[in-house]
């Protein structure tokens, strides 16, 4: 528990949660080019979720959105640190299922793993780290 | 099974993690409350100093004010 705590505290930082606030504009930036982005063999799976191109940019684009206005108007507003929170947990999930799903399709259509895997397993788990951060500064901030 | 997949194990694992994160968080974020020290005001300690520097000018003021009275 110790070793956890300190893995935690040692690592949570608010430039992780930049970066993936920032890497989730980009993302649905990409995504809302034009041309089918997603028509590759390892995102083949996102279509049995219902997951195509524009639900994705849309989830991707407004949660970074409000993840960058939530850090940038941090510490003047007293609610920022549970939006930062939120942000972080469906941060999570999004990078988890894309994680997940990435592995499938690569697996089941190229019989490799894609090297997308191990990137957003990383930001699945920044994340995580990002949800330690903003709790500690909520609670924190409160006195 | 129950037709849950894969990726809705991952979901679920992940709210799990981010929940305990969550609490791990706000644990430490109390105790740090706790132990941190109160904040120190440096303008109400240059206030304070000032006052203390006009109290010893003052006192100077009537020691300086009896010596010369005693001359007369």
Known sequence: ?143 | MLGITVADSVLVGTLILAVLAAVQGKKDGAAAAKATPPAVSGAAELVEALEEVTEVLRGIRRALVEISERRR
């Open chain 1, 1 to 143: 528990m110790d070793t956890t705590r300190e893995l935690l505290r040692h690592n949570a930082d608010r430039s992780i949660e930049w970066f993936s606030a920032l890497a989730m504009l980009v993302l649905a930036t990409i995504l809302v080019m034009p041309g089918d982005t997603m028509a590759g063999p390892s995102f083949r799976e996102f279509d049995h979720y219902g997951l195509n191109e524009a639900r994705l940019a849309a989830a991707l684009g407004i949660v970074g959105a409000v993840r960058v206005v939530a850090l940038w108007i941090n510490g003047r507003w007293p609610r920022g640190p549970m939006l930062r929170i939120g942000g972080s947990v469906i941060g999570a999930m999004i990078w988890g299922q894309i994680a997940w799903l990435i592995t499938l399709g690569a697996l089941l259509n190229n019989g490799t793993i894609s090297t997308d895997t191990g990137i957003y397993t990383l930001l699945a788990i920044g994340e995580i780290l990002s949800i330690y951060k903003a709790a500690f500064d909520a609670r924190y901030e409160r006195g």
